[in-house]
């Protein structure tokens, strides 16, 4: 390690070193020719290699201890800062592979297809037999790959991990998807869609049951996250009560890259072919890498036609995965770095402030350890273990996730005072109303007038509810099931 051995400190700096001389090159390259900071192009990265590799292998980071390689990243940046191709352009190599992969898999839907069209009609005696090869052919059924979408409903997202056989991402540049992803997260009455991508983290078990829809079972769920917002979307989680309850934030590597706006230089250069070609050579195959357990061969059914397909497995059946395993040497480096983080996790202490990020800092180390592995070995990572300079990596950008989370806390502090102070604007008019009008009620629209903007205030509408629903969740208030008016309950806040 290349920082004090005796502490762990934040580094606002990128570890661009971090990253094997090839695809570091190509990460420059691009972030010269976008003019962006070069920490954009390279967290896309390290989330393409993420998806590519989630379902396919988890990492022991000793003993018992094994991470899932669910890999979260959010970045803020302005509007016109040309994030959209920062998030395009790595991600090519996994839509070829996907457009590939589903190629192959057309033959084989057509040929079951063709078996399903030939059971219509026929002798009435063997209709039992035709119904249950009619289930066995549609059990055989291949659904198109799908690595990763652009937007869904936590909903949704249960019943693809189900039907991806576990494994899947959400990546998205739009702001509003960002929002609305993130506004059901904190939303009331929100923890059945945290449930979904906490599990999809840990990869506990996710039991989905629903009278009016399909009900699904994912045995061992992982989901990456790539989101890509405007430092507005930031809003998300200072706005939250729960996110950093239930350690969600914890989890997420949140980082507004460095704003380039006016200071761009302008050229007409592009990422040299060779750089672009090696990066596309590498990422394909990284996502074609074997998996431990096995697949449906596709090609050879389609050919050998069984009379009875084998089903296509769903994430409801276990998965045998790659086991990347440390060398000695990283286990050791990774231990010391364990060893750091202990103390300060105490209360009072560095990391002790943002213990939620802190106690996860070491596995998050281990998780991107495995992803920088991979890159440093992209035809072959599932064969070696995880070696020390690839340890060495991810201890850098962990130092870089600890510097963000700081960010944040920071800007969290200042929220939770901005919220405080607003709470109590709001509790005071009510306990004013109560002694104006001789009764506990107060309408809705009383509260909008006085606080709404443009008013004799500035309180945006959506932030009067959001702050009204922290007072009942208090208790200190009762909103109406209407929620034309609001009773209050105390004259104390608390």
């Not at 989905?208 to 405007?230: H, I, K, M, N, Y």
């Not at 213990?355 to 920088?372: C, D, M, P």
Request: hydrophobic share 40%; proline share 6%; with cysteine.
């Amino acid at each position: 390690m290349s920082q004090d051995p005796t502490t762990l400190e934040p580094r606002g700096d990128f570890p661009m070193k971090a990253l094997p001389p090839w695809c570091r090159q190509y990460v420059d390259a691009l972030a010269h020719v976008l003019q962006v900071d070069a920490a954009m192009p390279a967290l896309v990265v390290l989330g393409a290699v993420a998806i590519a590799i989630q379902g396919k292998a988890d990492v022991q980071v000793r003993g018992d201890w094994i991470e899932r390689l669910a890999y979260w990243v959010l970045m803020g940046v302005r509007s016109g800062t040309r994030k959209s191709s920062s998030l395009k352009i790595p991600f090519s190599p996994l839509i070829d592979y996907m457009t590939e992969e589903n190629e192959r898999r057309r033959a084989y839907q057509e040929a079951l297809q063709r078996d399903l069209d030939g059971l219509q009609g026929g002798p009435r005696g063997e209709a039992v037999e035709r119904a249950a090869r009619k289930r066995a052919i549609e059990a055989a059924m291949p659904p198109p790959l799908r690595l990763f979408t652009t937007d869904a409903t936590m909903e949704a997202l249960t019943l693809k991990l189900y039907e991806q056989t576990g494994s899947f991402a959400i990546v998205t540049d739009e702001p509003t998807t960002v929002e609305r992803i993130m506004g059901g997260l904190y939303s009331r009455g929100a923890g059945s869609n945290l449930s979904v991508l906490m599990h999809a983290y840990t990869g506990t078990p996710i039991v989905r049951d629903r009278v009016t829809s399909d009900s699904a079972v994912v045995r061992e769920p992982v989901l990456s996250l790539v989101l890509v917002g405007q430092p507005g979307v930031f809003d998300a989680f200072t706005n939250a009560v729960n996110l950093n309850d239930v350690g969600f934030v914890g989890r997420l590597l949140a980082v507004r890259p460095t704003d380039t706006l006016g200071s761009r230089e302008i050229h007409k250069d592009t990422v040299p072919v060779n750089l672009r070609d090696a990066y596309q050579k590498h990422l394909k195959s990284i996502c074609g890498a074997p998996r431990r357990g096995v697949m449906p061969d596709v090609e050879h059914l389609v050919t050998a036609r069984p009379e009875i397909p084998p089903p296509w497995p769903t994430g409801e059946k276990r998965m045998e995965r790659h086991l990347l395993r440390l060398t000695p040497a990283a286990e050791s480096l990774h231990m010391e770095v364990e060893r750091l983080i202990e103390p300060m996790l105490k209360e009072g202490a560095k990391l002790g402030e943002i213990s939620a990020f802190g106690a996860k800092l070491s596995g998050l180390i281990a998780r991107t350890a495995a992803i920088l592995h991979t890159l440093r070995h992209p035809t072959d990572w599932w064969k070696e273990p995880i070696d020390k300079p690839a340890m060495e990596g991810a201890i850098e950008i962990g130092r870089y996730a600890y510097h963000h989370a700081y960010l944040y806390l920071a800007e969290q502090a200042q929220v939770d005072e901005a919220t405080n102070k607003d709470l109590r604007r709001i509790h005071a008019f009510l306990v004013a109303q109560k002694k104006k009008t001789g009764t506990s009620n107060t309408k809705m629209r009383v509260v909008h007038q006085r606080f709404s903007k443009g008013k004799r205030s500035d309180i945006e509408i959506d932030r009067i509810h959001m702050l009204l629903g922290e007072l009942e969740e208090r208790g200190m208030i009762q909103i109406g099931e209407d929620r034309k008016a609001i009773c209050l309950l105390s004259l104390t806040l608390e």
